[in-house]
């Protein structure tokens, strides 16, 4: 499976950023799906996951209540709606994929099979 990330940008502190990750090549339907940052200088990390069915989210705990995932199975997209950012939240946003599994478990983050590239979303004070 290809993953095709977009919609990164410059936005004001505040502001809000809507991601989407575009699938080719496979169905995402039976996959659990997630996006992860990485900040310059720092390491890759884990903002949001999507069990298959989209019923089941987590987020990691700078982001919730202000993140929502949500995912089309019928478009082959999964989308990133990103509301009060912060400088904080500057990174470059990587789509991700677990073929082995369609579920997600709270403080499991997801185990990635598939990476897209990433979208750069820079958040100005």
């Known amino acids: 499976v290809q993953l095709q990330a977009s919609g990164g940008g410059l936005v004001q502190a505040g502001g809000s950023l809507r991601l989407s990750c575009a699938a080719s090549?496979?169905?995402?339907?039976?996959?659990?799906m997630g996006w992860f940052r990485q900040a310059p200088g720092e390491e890759r990390e884990f903002v949001a996951a999507?069990?298959?069915?989209?019923?089941?989210?987590y987020y990691a705990d700078s982001v919730k209540g202000r993140f929502t995932l949500s995912r089309d199975n019928a478009k082959n997209t999964v989308y990133l709606r990103m509301n009060s950012l912060k400088p904080d939240d500057t990174a470059v946003y990587y789509c991700?994929?677990?073929?082995?599994?369609?579920?997600?478990?709270?403080?499991?983050?997801?185990?990635?099979?598939?990476w897209g590239q990433g979208t750069l979303v820079t958040v100005s004070s």
């Open positions: 991700a994929a677990d073929t082995r599994t369609g579920t997600v478990q709270p403080g499991n983050g997801l185990r990635v099979n598939y």
């Open positions: 999507i069990s298959w069915s989209g019923l089941s989210t």
């Open positions: 090549g496979s169905t995402i339907r039976p996959y659990a």
